[in-house]
């Protein structure tokens, strides 16, 4: 048998050398702190400000609990952000409790592409006639759902080497496959260090494309996903600020829990190559304007060449005025299945490899009506671009729904606070997605005049009772 090999042997779009370049301002705060510094010890007596904790002593250590009643931060976004990013209190060994008990009611007018029972809507189902000659996808779909209930533990420890050190490990019952739907599933787990101007984290958290920092406020746990690239994979990660306003994100990263049309995440460990992403962001205020580029090896069958890919994005959030935020971004990029995005790659009957280009872009907006009622408004649209004018005839796709030619989703969202703990939502979706029954040349889907929109229609309601 012919080994396949791939179209154009390309370089890694991200050389590695930049992103050891951002491991010098670790190494430099570590060499610059004094190296017998000592531990600093946990004073009993002393509490922050409005938190009252009880205090269980183990060899001059001490273990913390929030009260029940300790005024925690209301989340904006709690579906997606981590539950805790504070760091460590009073130089000492701590652990904090948090999460959320979240229940999820939704009603669509079609059959969706998704997940978890319909919990995760990436776009309306196409077309699929039976022998009778109904739309077996026109079917509505009803679900209730309790399985994003969500728990983690924060653990703060003394600095060492000049740094804040605290760690986090955060559960939920979503389950890795639809299969093992409402098991125990590890969402984050990883320990990090905070210099004045630089931080390193290792383990499983965000990736940077997915670049939370700026990220829709949508209530349903797809998250804008197919068009917000949307990944947690365990990795290695160096923040640093050259100075005050500006931020560098590096990172090298493998892939956890990919989705079974590109074939998981065996591909990647195959190729020998972790993935790199490099973001740069410029802050102001409460907003940040930002660019990053990504680059990923995998190889698609066992003695082939390795398939390289890569994406950009831009990104921006913007306050022009109290209680109202703005966020925006843009991403283009190949091979971007395992993200949840459309595309992926395709064996030619040539018997080599080409990865499909996505493009996507999404705008969404938030305002406080006051401290009760808050609004938002999420547009989002992805296209599929195939393979960017490489001739190709595909034999087989290893893609998410490659025949999509575009889809978008409008979705307007309420939430009432009662309390800092207690919120109520209400979202809507309407969620429309063509699908093409040729391709071009280059493997790009092609609509033809038969060919229509699919549409649905999706009414959510959110409860959240936070801790």
């Known amino acids: 048998m012919k080994i396949p090999k791939q179209i154009k042997r390309k370089r890694h779009p991200i050389t590695f050398k930049t992103l050891s370049l951002l491991l010098m301002p670790l190494l430099y705060q570590c060499l610059s702190y004094p190296a017998h510094a000592e531990l600093s010890r946990p004073d009993e007596n002393s509490t922050p400000p409005g938190i009252d904790r009880t205090f269980l002593s183990l060899d001059g250590f001490s273990f913390q609990a929030p009260a029940l009643n300790a005024d925690l931060p209301a989340m904006s976004n709690p579906q997606n952000l981590p539950i805790h990013q504070s760091e460590s209190l009073n130089n000492a060994w701590g ?12 009603y669509d007018t079609r059959q969706t592409v998704g997940g978890r029972e319909g919990l995760i809507n990436l776009y309306p189902a196409a077309v699929k006639t039976n022998s009778s000659g109904k739309d ?17 533990i924060k653990i703060n420890s003394p600095e060492v080497w000049g740094a804040k050190v605290s760690g986090l490990v955060e559960a939920d019952f979503f389950g890795h496959l639809n299969s093992t739907i409402s098991n125990l599933r590890l969402r984050h787990a990883y320990m990090k260090m905070k210099w004045d101007s630089a931080e390193l984290l290792l383990g499983q958290y965000w990736d940077p494309l997915t ?106 959030k913007l306050k022009p005025f109290d209680k109202f935020t703005l966020q925006a971004k843009a991403v283009m990029g190949t091979d971007m ?12 009957k040539q018997n080599s490899y080409v990865n499909l280009a996505t493009v996507a872009t999404w705008l969404d907006l938030d305002y406080y009506l006051n401290d009760l009622i808050q609004l938002g408004l999420y547009g989002g649209y992805t296209s599929n671009l195939g393979t960017l004018g490489t001739q190709a005839e595909a034999d087989k796709f290893f893609a998410r729904d490659p025949n999509q030619a575009h889809s978008f989703h409008i979705m307007p969202r309420i939430t009432l606070h009662p309390t800092k703990q207690l919120q109520f939502s209400l979202e809507a979706d309407w969620g429309r997605a063509l699908y093409a029954s040729t391709y071009s040349a280059s493997l790009q889907p092609q609509v033809q005049s038969s060919d229509a929109w699919v549409d649905n229609f999706r009414i959510g309601f959110t409860s959240m009772l936070k801790f």
């Open 211 to 316: 670049n939370i920092d700026v990220f829709p406020g949508i209530i349903a746990v797809g998250a804008g996903r197919p068009v917000q690239p949307f990944s947690r994979n365990p990795m290695i990660q160096v923040k640093y600020n050259p100075w005050q306003a500006f931020q560098l994100t590096g990172a090298l990263s493998m892939q956890r829990d990919a989705f079974s049309e590109t074939d998981g995440n065996a591909l990647q460990e195959r190729s020998g190559l972790p993935a790199a992403t490099l973001n740069a962001a410029y802050h102001f205020g409460q907003g940040q304007i930002g660019a990053g580029i990504h680059g990923k090896a995998i190889r698609p069958a066992a003695g082939a060449e390795n398939l390289y890919s890569g994406a950009g994005q831009i990104f921006a």
């Open 136 to 152: 077996e996808n026109s079917d509505p779909m009803l679900n209730f759902l309790s399985i994003f209930t969500r728990g983690a």
């Open 95 to 106: 652990i904090e409790t948090s999460g959320f008990v979240r229940f999820d009611a939704f």
């Open 337 to 348: 299945a395992d993200h949840q995005m459309v595309g992926g790659y395709a064996l030619t």
